[in-house]
């Protein structure tokens, strides 16, 4: 038994377990809401009380919406049938089908070119795509996927609807179809006119979900926990998406469990329902109903998804906040020696937690390298970021994705990352999070703003603001470095204890207070659509300034709105500066 305890963790990691987890899991048809995922549930109810743990399942309404058996039929001669299927949230055709004219658009839906007929666009079914060709007025989209066809959701909605949101529910019929019958399709648009007729069934209403929550409570800071997370449900058998990532929380909760004494705070470990079939309606429903507990008590969301694939080798593209990088660096650097870039987590994957304020590491950790397959590109445009992986493998949601799909040496790598995480997160004095790095993030970001605005929106007062915030988080680092070195040797001082506990708390209010305003336009209550987020998302619009006339009523408004915006963005910097200053003033010089 190795003497170094974050050895031990590493080492106490099983191979083995992680696949026959795997295994047990990826034998059901995960659909959102269907008995065979509530059996999926039951094996890891079961297995996680046998581990001792503190485990609470809920049941909850979600709106979930099941893809059905699809047809597409090419009308005139020569007529054919093409093999697609259709898309969680689209809409369902009568009986008979919907027949129409197709048009290749090159992806620029004008409306005049497509109201009332069915556009061809290239790629995977995505939201923003199906979104643009309904507004245009299209009646029907047909994506034409890489050679695979991938089972997609293309809602915007994120989470259950709200009478603000429920008519941005798509009214579209979408289908895909596969890249070769995709070009025969194309070029039949352009020699003239091309009818076709689809048939789509979609099943979408209320469902009754499962949502399932264990507990190990740290020593130290019982009521603080990581919330460690990941969903159940799944396309076809999911081994990959997410039975290997389920098979992780597992083995994490078998192996912290037998050393819950030594946690200082907790962890909370959540499998949710609805990720693929409702738009995350299980993180959603959780942010929402369980919102104060969160917000008092959660330190970070650690997010885990798609784990262990084969041919998965990089690591080094992994998604983090800026305050939470340099701890997600460590981590994959000293398990698989690569170096982590700085990549912004995505609008993806149950990020749910934005709004409240948690810290957010890692969605998937391992991805395919680039160039392995056109699905891979496809998949990892998805992120919205400026990926250099090849995203997941091209079985990525569709019926290939079995077992066979994991390779038993990269599980065991990426749960020995997961392990690192959690240890170091659940042991630390201190709270591994750098908001010195947010600082320069917003910093950048904000004079990005100011100079596509110009002269006609004032960031004077938030790069001010900024420059405060900067200047106290370089002396928080600094408070927390001497912390960190005292623990190294031995618990530290009562004083020590103290200002350990006065800089975590700081930490925590100053992410409370940046992150909704860095990562979202709704705030704290409510949630953003399902579409990429831009960094301080509220300030966005000031760059449109610059195109507006300045006498015009356009203008006039929206500067307005602007700079209340840009009061929020500022009082919130101000307020996470604040909680710093005033744990240093406790801790400087004592600790």
Known sequence: MPRDPEQAVRQAVSASRLMEYTREISRWVRMSGSEDEARAFDYLEATLRGFGLDVHRYTHDALISWPGPASLEVLGAPSRQVECITHSFAA???????????????????PAEVRGRIVL???????????????????????????????????????APTPETVRQLPQIVAVSVREPDGAVL???????????????????RWRQTPLLVADIRGRE??????????????????AMDNGSANAVMVEMARIMSRRQRRLRRGIRLAFWSGHSHGRYSGSTWYADTHWDDLYRHAVLHLNVDSAGAKGATVLSEAQTMAETWGSAARCIKDVSGQDLVRRRIGRMGDQSFWGIGLPSMFV???AQP??????????????GGASKSGGLGWWWHTTEDTLDKIDRAHLHRDAQVYALVLWRWCTAPVLP??????AAELREVLRDIERAAGDALDLRPALAAVERLAAAAARLNAAAASVRAAGTRGRGTRRQRAAAAAINDALIRAGRALIPINYTASGPFDHDRAVPVPPIPVLQPAAR????????????????????????VTHAIDTATEAMERALQAVEGKA
């Open 186 to 204: 194309r070029a039949r648009a352009r020699e003239g006119a091309l009818r076709v007729r689809v048939r789509a069934e979609v099943d979408t």
């Open 364 to 366: 998937d950790v391992s």
């Open 121 to 159: 666009v290239d790629g995977l079914a995505t939201p923003v795509q199906a979104r643009a060709a309904e507004d245009a007025g299209a009646i029907g989209v047909i994506f034409v996927n890489p050679p695979e066809l991938h089972e997609m959701i293309i809602s915007t909605v994120w989470g």
């Open 92 to 110: 369902p055709t009568p009986p008979g089908g919907l027949e129409a004219e197709v048009v290749d658009t090159g992806g620029e839906h004008r």
């Open 433 to 438: 999070l750098d908001y010195a790095a947010t």
């Open 370 to 383: 680039a160039g392995e397959s056109p699905a891979g590109a496809a998949i990892a445009s998805l992120s």
């Open 545 to 568: 300034l610059r195109t507006m006339a300045p006498e015009t009523m356009e203008y006039r408004v929206l500067q307005t709105r602007l700079v209340r915006e840009r009061n929020k």
């Open 221 to 238: 800071e019982p009521d603080r926990y990581v919330l460690f997370s990941g969903h159940v449900d799944s396309w076809h058998y999911g």
